[in-house]
């Protein structure tokens, strides 16, 4: 399959955007930008087109997708139970990085929901995905749009490298502004629940409806627990290099660094360091990325993909990382980086 490649940097192509809507139409597949990451998109409502989803990502059909919606009225044809809490949120926080769960209708195919009977919905802050649902009839499910296990795209560049032959066409859209993916609230029991992490956390939703939960699988506290979000338990933005995050005071994180990035160099391998703006002059070799400043959240997380790609891309033996608990994306910033080390984690 031929991959068409849309540049929309500088604003939405009417042309280009008409043509991907009648590709989503007729059931093929887009790639779009949004504000977290980007997104492989498919009619949600066509199951033969989220079907294609997973063949392109080679993602485990169990895998639910989330749908996304460009108008609020647009979600109680997919959701069947909306509870007041859920509205107070869309209207705080939408368009923007939260996806809601809800009990599904019945025009939402098994295929697209993982074979659950709840459906997971979100309205993006991207005026070019706005714009795409749109065109390609109002529901279109979008998984992260990088082929299972790979970190997240946060540029359409990683879109290429992952999807290029299989997919119709790719909407570049720039950099994305926050870089990790939304934050998952589950509204379909007693106490809404956060599955996933994101850019939203617990603080925020509270300020809205009060008391929120956080699946125990997440927040570490339960290490045996199964996650309720069925894509959260599957190995993810693996780098291909086996990687360590480093945890102390600043001192010694840098020092522990520093002598086994020593050790890889004399054994003749190069190693790679995730560093801060803060630190990255403090260490003494191997390939220093700075990722964002302790002083930036967004600056950190809209580069943590980009910069684990680049280091596959580099070949790095290891990668030794600095920990990220800032304030507001913390928990969500620790939860990609804890796996893609498959939380291997030194108190240093
Ligand atoms: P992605 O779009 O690739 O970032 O992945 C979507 C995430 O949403 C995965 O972790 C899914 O397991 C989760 N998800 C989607 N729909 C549901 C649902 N109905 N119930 C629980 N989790 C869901
Ligand atoms: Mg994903």
Known sequence: MNTIIVDMKAGIDEAAMAQAGRILRAGGLVAFPTETVYGLGADALDETASEKI???KGRPS???LIVHIAAMQDLYRIAAKVPGKAELLAEKFWPGP???IFQKQDC?????TGGLETVAVRMPDHPVALALIRAGGGYIAAPSANTSGRPSPTAAKHVAEDMTGKIEMIIDGGSVGIGVESTIVDMSGETPMILRPGYINREMLEAVIGE?????AISGADVTARPKAPGMKYRHYAPKADMLIVEGTEKNVISYINTMVEKELREGRMPGIIASEETKDHYVGGII???GSRMDELSISRHLFGVLREFDEQKVSRI????????VMGQAIMNRLLKAAGHQVLEV
């Open 98 to 100: 939260l996806t809601m």
């Open 320 to 327: 030794f990382s600095e920990a990220f608990d800032t304030p």
């Open 108 to 112: 939402v195919p098994l295929k697209t």
């Open 62 to 64: 169990d895998n639910p």
């Open 212 to 216: 929120v939960g956080i699946d125990p």
């Open 289 to 291: 990325k700075p990722i």
């Open 54 to 56: 997973y063949r392109a």
